[in-house]
């Protein structure tokens, strides 16, 4: 089964500095990996994706992310923080099979100190 | 363009009452997902529909919940006899088929067991 897992509950960064938020997937098959955040009492707004191509993906809001195959990680990162990116971030894999369900891991709070 | 529109935003209900969740797709989109988010947790996956078809209910509780994507008029997410366990935000989303993977998420519906 497709699965994805984002090891810290939380990161603390100032504005100002580099952040990356952690994902790891396990799959069969070619993964198709999404970033989702997700602001207090809101729903879930996408962020980017990888599906093929270049390891680098750039999406909203100056996020990037780095899909490593060896490692099968998909990182989210961006250069320099900023306090409104402190929020809720998904990682999540697509499922196989008929269906275009998402698996999303458990969340990682961004908590951005100005 | 109108997102993915859910109501009611917040409901209240005591226990043994029944819950009914409006999801409107996005324009052009057919397919649609429900999820669940309980407190402190990630998001998980109860169902997938299709204009009068349930294509993936895995991830729905045995008893109790159902879901319709009539052909006419909003998904519907209904809760028998709701239990203070069902107390979760519960999040549509919607897709323009099975293939982009990327899904566009409602605000939510909140809903309280008292």
């Known amino acids: 089964a497709q699965s994805v897992a984002q090891p810290e509950d939380q990161v603390n960064v100032a504005e100002g500095n580099p952040l990356t938020v952690k994902c790891t997937y396990s799959?069969?098959?070619?993964?198709?990996l999404f970033w989702y955040v997700q602001y207090p009492n809101r729903g879930l707004q996408f962020l980017l994706k990888?599906?093929?191509?270049?390891?680098l993906v750039k999406g909203s809001y100056g996020f990037e992310a780095e899909f490593n195959k060896s490692q099968t990680s998909f990182h989210l990162k961006k250069p320099s923080a900023l306090v409104s990116d402190s929020a809720l971030y998904f990682c999540?894999?697509?499922?196989?099979?008929?269906?275009?369900?998402?698996?999303f891991g458990t969340g990682t709070l961004l908590a951005v100190q100005p | 363009n109108a997102g993915v529109m859910q109501n009611p935003r917040h409901l209240v209900r005591r226990r043994g009452q029944e819950a009914r969740l409006r999801c409107s797709p996005m324009?052009?989109?057919?397919?649609v997902y429900w999820y669940r988010q309980l407190p402190e947790e990630g998001l998980k996956f109860m169902v997938y529909?299709?204009?009068?078809?349930?294509?993936?209910e895995s991830g729905m509780p045995k008893e109790r919940f159902s879901a319709e994507f009539p052909k006419e008029g909003p998904s519907i997410l209904r809760i028998q006899q709701v239990v203070r366990g069902d107390s979760a935000a519960y999040f549509c989303?919607?897709?323009?088929?099975?293939?982009?993977?990327?899904?566009?998420f409602g605000e939510g519906s909140r809903l309280t067991v008292l």
């Open positions: 989303a919607s897709s323009r088929d099975s293939n982009t993977g990327e899904l566009f």
């Open positions: 529909l299709q204009k009068e078809n349930i294509i993936d």
């Open positions: 324009k052009g989109h057919s397919h």
């Open positions: 999540a894999v697509r499922d196989g099979g008929a269906t275009n369900k998402l698996i």
């Open positions: 799959v069969s098959g070619n993964p198709y």
């Open positions: 990888y599906i093929t191509g270049d390891n």
